[in-house]
């Protein structure tokens, strides 16, 4: 199993630089799992700088893979990752739901960099 952070999905909506390396994985349906909390982010980014319409499309492709949404045990599981990682709330959010689902996630994330399971891209110039 894959799940591309928000970074990835941006990139990969934007055409950017680095959207060729979740190009595979996205395409991959079957094998990928897809956070609310991303389809959130995702959202307000692409509605903040394209409208709604572009938003709800691209939300629209998300939800051809399997949405995650945040329980109780991902809450759990990230409030511990959140404290021993120093990770921003969403961030540790999008990890648990990784490693609950023993999946590999796919970033541009610096914070995730050096991660187990975590493929890590460093963001290039002019990527989103």
């Given at each position: 199993?894959?799940?591309?952070d928000s970074?990835g999905w ?119």
């Amino acid at each position: 199993m894959n799940l591309v952070d928000s970074s990835g999905w941006i990139e990969y909506f934007a055409k950017g630089e680095n959207a060729r390396h979740f190009l595979s994985v996205i395409r991959a349906k079957e094998e990928l799992l897809v956070s609310t909390v991303n389809i959130y982010e995702v959202f307000k980014k692409i509605y903040r700088e394209f409208g709604e319409t572009e938003a709800l499309r691209a939300v629209s492709y998300m939800r051809q893979a399997r949405v995650v949404a945040v329980d109780d045990k991902i809450a759990v599981v990230a409030a511990k990752l959140s404290a021993e990682l120093k990770l921003p709330m969403a961030d540790s959010l999008i990890l648990a739901t990784a490693r609950l689902h023993k999946a590999v996630l796919w970033t541009q994330d610096a914070h995730f960099q050096g991660l187990p399971n975590v493929r890590y891209f460093p963001k290039t110039y002019g990527s989103n």
